[in-house]
């Protein structure tokens, strides 16, 4: 029984080759012809054309006047445009058909004596059966007087086709779940952006409407600072002309006085007399008439012009963003949980004092 290629050459510089001449696809080896795509990775041009057909359903056969379509490479998730001409318009890479062409060549050659792996328990003899017991691979000889002889043995190339199958598989599986992944990646990186653009606009809106709310207290202040400013004028002017028409009044009295004074001064009664009687009348009607008015008590106050701002801080502090329909579901399904928890809570029993 010849042992398989892929396992007689374990580690070996042809299989990391092979590894590199996979179509991630069909996760077989490239088929000729090989496409190259704009970012330098390969397909078999069939798998190519699948994933073209099925990202551009309504893309129509080659040579038809549709514009081309696009597709994301499956290694790399690049973008690739392609013409009217569709996968077809892709450049063939040649040099990995040639790779191939050798590889195959390579590997279709018998393999050389000391090119088969041999037992190390007994050197003369190549491995050739599989010890299912122990999953390992070994010789005859052990199975018959070896370490193997109790042992359930099987051909070696059914094991290795039935691994070899079960890997592809899971090579399958992985691809699968690495496309699933970039998707989740992409949808969550436009979630990021769309949140952040959201985002930003959201922080927006919100200073346009407390800028505008700003520019409405800011006039609101003019108005009622030119109201104060305008009582303030009213009263000071009064006040002014108050104490002008008391200085007027005074300042005939500080006549009236000195020119008493002076009557006072006359040693002679008969010039006195002729005077007096008239100037005591001029005094008592200064004294009795000319009464001018008075401000009332707390006529400076201003309090008229208090304001209370207590609801507009309550109302500034309550400020919040208006819930979603998300939202008030939310908070009344805790509501609701609440209420169940103190319906299910065990009623408490009050003992009156004796």
Known sequence: MDFPTGILRDGSPMESLEKQLICPICLEMFSKPVVILPCQHNLCRKCANDIFQASNPYWQNRGSVVSGGRFRCPSCRHEVLLDRHGVYGLQRNLLVENIIDIYKQECSRPLKKGEHPMCKEHEDERINIYCVTCEVPTCSMCKVFGAHKDCEVAPLQSVFQGQKSE?????????????????????????????????????????????????LLEEKKSEMLQRITQEQGDKTSFIQGLIHQYKEQLEKSSRLVETAVQAMEEPNGAAFLMNA???????????????????????????????SLDHLTEAVHALDFIPTEE?????????????AEEDAAPERTVMAPL
Request: aromatic share 6%; proline share 0%; net charge negative.
């Open 167 to 215: 890997l592809n598989n899971c090579i399958s599986m992985l691809v699968a779940g690495n496309d699933r992944i970039q998707t989740i990646i992409s949808q969550l990186e436009d979630s990021c952006r769309s949140t952040e653009e959201n985002s930003e606009a959201a922080k927006r809106e919100l200073c346009a409407r407390f800028d505008a709310l700003a520019e």
């Open 277 to 307: 009687k008239q100037l005591i009348k001029t005094i008592v009607e200064a004294s009795k008439g000319g009464k001018l008015e008075k401000i009332e008590q707390g006529y400076e106050s201003m309090d008229a012009f208090t304001v």
């Open 327 to 339: 939202d008030e579901e939310f908070f009344d399904g805790e509501e609701e949980e609440e209420e």
